[in-house]
């Protein structure tokens, strides 16, 4: 028979897995290059064409959660926008959702971004700039607390019996709000296929408050992520881009770092096309606690023209793998640039 102090850690358990849950890290993608505009405002509407459709999709520990895994959805669209000689606006807009769980936790987001991009110096083949932006955005977070099991729901034969009453005073099972943040970027082009870039963003300035009772506030936490990196071709034909990029957000940290190698096809002068494999690493940590190598990440990547289509697949390798069998997320992503006739400007880095 289960006991009513059996029942109140069952309760607390719950509480203290929301409670988490709604503090934990951000939204992620393996493939962050590809997901420019959820990396950094700053990235908005740098790109060597005129517009920019970004596709991503994720999904995660469905060899253990099955049909309730974390599947992450997001799309943007951003332009670059010519000022004066060599400067540049740049505006976009993101929509992306989060669920998991067998309470369908879900989180959604509609963003606004924007940017601007100073030349520090040098020419189109080989220029300098500064960029600043900003973001601003609508969330809305959800859960379906009918769908929890609770400990005073288990009669004395120890089996699970819908039909007992259960705690269910939440205040609210949705409620949206505000959010914004801004970044920086300073990146540097040595040729057309070659470049430099860092920066930095701060996310979730206005920190909101994100508790489902509706009573007492618990502030989001804010995010700060920092990146690095690059393109350098090694010959003609072949190309190295290795980066990192790190958050940090409350008690998580994390950091990816690694490298594609890029292999430039055919020799058509009017459609660019290449293969790219990469190997990543990505360091987390456990709460409050020690750093761990949380996954061995594999990617691949087809350039065709104005089309960019990624695969990546996260290995696990933190102590979850004996329940996981290794099997961390797997993800998808596509790109395509718009580009038409530009008379003036600087090449970009790529993404």
Known sequence: ?????????????????????????????????LSPLNLNPALTGVMNCNGRVSGN??????????????STFSVSYDQKIPVGRSDYFGAGITLWRDQAGS??????????????????????????????????????RSVDFQKAQWGNQYNGNASFDPNLPSYENWGRNQF????????????????????????????????????????????????????????????????????????FQGPS???????????????????YQAVQFGAWVRIANKLYNEKLMDALILSTRFDYDQFSLG??????????????????????????????PERRGVYCPHF
């Not at 309760?11 to 890290?25: H, I």
């Not at 999709?57 to 974390?70: H, V």
């Not at 959010?179 to 979730?204: C, K, P, R, T």
Request: charged fraction near 15%; aromatic fraction near 16%.
């Open 103 to 140: 309470l369908n936790f879900g989180t959604m987001q509609a963003r606004l971004s924007g940017s601007y991009s100073k030349k520090m110096g040098g020419y189109r083949k080989k220029a300098h700039y500064f960029v600043v932006g900003a973001e601003a955005g609508y969330s809305q």
């Open 57 to 70: 999709y994720r999904n995660q520990w469905g060899s253990i959660l099955r049909n309730k895994a974390f």
């Open 1 to 33: 028979m289960i006991t009513k102090l059996t029942q109140k850690i069952g309760f607390l358990v719950v509480l203290l897995s929301l409670a988490w849950s709604m503090q934990a890290q951000d939204i992620h993608f393996s493939q962050f290059y």
């Open 176 to 247: 949206g709000f505000l959010d914004a943040g801004a970044g920086i970027l300073w990146f540097s082009v040595f040729d057309e296929m070659s470049n430099f870039h860092i920066g930095g963003s701060y996310h979730h300035i206005n920190r909101a408050n994100v508790s489902f009772s509706g009573g007492d506030a618990v502030p989001l936490y804010s995010r700060i992520s920092g990146h690095v990196g690059g393109e350098f071709m090694l010959s003609d034909r072949i190309g190295m881009g290795p980066k990192v990029v790190a958050f």
């Open 253 to 271: 940290m994390e950091i990816n770092g690694g490298t594609n190698l890029k292999f430039v096809l055919g020799d058509n002068k009017f459609f």
């Open 311 to 340: 695969f990546s697949y996260d290995v696990n390798t933190s102590q979850l793998r004996q329940a996981s069998n290794s099997n961390g997320a797997f993800e998808f992503s596509l790109a395509y640039k718009i580009c038409g």
